[in-house]
């Protein structure tokens, strides 16, 4: 039998577990991987798989969204998951993990894995001469590859604006003004807290709303991302915005005091060595020098070094709807598949599911072998559903929630999180007979 030669263009999230599930299945495979050659905009490091903004896959609660995506990938052999467990770093109830040192572990995991030979260079234009081409290059695509994309979609490309929060160095951070602790004091104490008084939170508000911005040349109105918006942006919404949201201080009670702060800025471990901690909410697009500014008037952070400010970027994502079907495959050219977030799903675990999906697919019709979609009952099929049929008139990225779900008419009456708990049960189940019937 002669073995099958597939292109995967992007060695982000969706780019190596898609070359990981076809590399065990024996396919053969080219991952090109622009940097360190070529640069993004937002990376810090030269490797695959590196995370740029949070280094949370957030919560591990099955009932929670993020829960119910990791149960079912790690379900799936998730290699992105499996790679990166040994660097996992507290963080209370979530999964989170040392952003460089797995990057690096990735890295050096793909390029180890039987089938993959790894091209460091940029692609501008979609090979011709493979069996079939996956793109995975991910919401930062390059100017000359996005261009080629047009090609594809007819049509110019959506993006909306995304922003990494502030990186702090640990042995600068006055501990006697913060305390260690997590929320509703669900697991270890991990996260460092710091409490602000009302006047100081109110003082947090003015700074933001008259703070400098680094300016976006190319438009008139930023389009953001809901889940991600600049702490600036959330700051004007309203005085009390940022009090219910990034800075709520519920299930936070200071040890010093006895009582729950007005707000709290919470700071999650960012290393192994806790070396790092990040600013966790406060995405931003304000000037260094404005961010030095206002975040060093926090108490505790006084006399704060940065590791990285907070950073602006463009994500590039396709109108999925009028472009890929259920099984992320290009409508018009059955050998060209579309994954991660340029696909237009949002989101760490789901640009990890999508790429897994793909490379599932992929292996299924190289093979001349039919594999039913993933089912809706399941986090992923309800989130591929979403993506490749939605609306295309309002079509915006995507991240999976319970809401994805289809109503389950035989579940038991019961509390939000009882009925999340029999849909997650539900979709495990639903995975697993799949994965039987499709010999997975």
């Known amino acids: 039998m002669i073995q099958k030669h597939v292109a995967i263009i992007g060695g982000g999230l969706a780019g190596t577990e898609a070359a990981y599930q076809l590399s065990k299945r024996n396919i053969k495979i080219t991952l090109y991987e622009m940097r360190p050659v070529m640069k993004s905009p937002i990376h810090d490091t030269p490797f695959m798989g590196e995370l740029v903004c949070s280094n949370s896959l957030g919560s591990e609660e099955i009932t929670s969204a993020s829960g119910l995506l990791k149960n079912e990938l790690f379900e799936l052999d998730s290699f992105f998951l499996n790679t990166v467990t040994p660097y996992r770093v507290p963080s209370g109830m979530s999964f989170s993990i040392d952003r460089v040192q797995a990057a690096q572990a990735i890295d050096n995991a793909v390029c180890s894995l039987p089938h ?3 091209v460091r260079e940029e692609i501008k234009t979609i090979p011709t001469h493979f ?6 290059s991910g919401p930062l695509t390059s100017q000359s590859f996005t261009e080629t994309i ?24 006055n501990m006697d003004l913060v305390f260690r602790a997590s929320r509703y004091d669900k697991g270890a104490p991990d996260f460092l807290n710091v409490p602000l008084y009302e006047t100081q939170y109110f003082d947090l508000i003015t700074a933001l ?3 400098e911005c680094v300016p976006l040349h190319d438009v008139d109105s930023p389009i953001y991302y809901e889940s991600c918006l600049p702490v600036e942006e959330i700051a004007r919404r309203g005085p009390l915005s940022l009090a219910f949201g990034p800075l709520k201080p519920v299930g936070l009670i200071d040890p010093r005091s006895g009582k729950q702060p007005f707000a709290v800025v919470q700071l999650r471990q960012d290393d192994m060595f806790r070396h790092f901690y990040q600013m966790v909410g406060f995405q931003t697009r304000l000037k260094w020098p404005e961010q030095n500014r206002i975040f060093t008037s926090l108490p505790g952070l006084e006399a704060a070094k940065f590791e990285r400010y907070g950073r602006m970027h463009r994500n590039t994502f396709i109108n999925a709807p009028l472009i890929i079907d259920e099984y992320f495959r290009c409508k018009t050219q059955h050998n060209l598949f579309i994954c991660g977030q340029l696909s237009g799903v949002e989101g760490y675990l789901e640009s990890i599911a999508s790429g897994l999906i793909t490379g599932l697919y992929l292996y299924h019709q190289l093979n001349n ?12 099929g309800s989130l591929v559903r979403a993506i490749a049929l939605g609306d295309w008139k309002s079509f915006s990225p995507t991240n ?5 779900l289809p109503v389950d008419q035989t579940a038991k009456k019961g509390t939000k999180k009882e009925q999340k708990f029999q849909k997650a049960q539900r979709a495990l189940e639903c995975l697993k007979k799949w994965k039987i019937q499709n010999s997975i």
Request: no cysteine.
């Open 116 to 118: 993959i030979t790894v």
């Open 131 to 136: 069996d079939a081409v996956i793109i995975a």
């Open 150 to 173: 047009q090609t594809i979609t007819k049509r110019r490309h959506l993006h909306f604006y995304d922003a990494t929060s502030p990186i702090i160095k640990a042995e600068t951070i």
């Open 209 to 211: 709303n008259s703070a």
């Open 369 to 380: 072998s039919h594999i039913n979609p993933i089912p809706i009952e399941t986090a992923i």
């Open 400 to 404: 999976f929630t319970y809401g994805l």
